[in-house]
């Protein structure tokens, strides 16, 4: 198993910005390496669909973003903290949502609430 606790969400304003943090531990974290696991990060605004946000590759590949968010937020690991971050920039209202990180194939933490106030 393996559990994912994200932190970092909280109320802005338009063109603020957030960093949001998910660490993972667990059986699982114990017998493979963090740093195989593909992670992902991704957000549910009210009333929509849970969407992609970015990707992290593993084993030091490469990062994909949404194109929603791309040239704003940047995504990072850090395997021997057993963490992803997510820091967003140029916050906008439409980025409002609960956001979720994702250890593939597919657990999942409980979110974390970002609102972007106009």
């Known amino acids: 198993q393996v559990q994912l606790v994200e932190s970092g969400g909280g109320l802005v304003q338009a063109g603020g910005s957030l960093r949001l943090s998910c660490t993972a531990s667990g059986v699982n974290m114990r017998r493979y390496s963090f740093s195989t696991y593909v992670m992902m990060w991704y957000r549910q605004a009210p009333g929509k669909e849970r969407e992609f946000v970015a990707r992290l590759n593993s084993d030091g590949g490469s990062t994909v973003y949404a194109d929603s968010v791309k040239g704003r937020f940047t995504a990072s690991r850090d395997d021997a903290k057993k963490s992803i971050y997510l820091q967003m920039n140029d916050l906008q209202p439409e980025d409002t949502a609960v956001y979720f990180c994702?250890?593939?194939?597919?657990?999942w933490g409980e979110g974390t609430l970002v609102t972007v106030s106009s």
């Open positions: 994702n250890a593939v194939p597919g657990y």
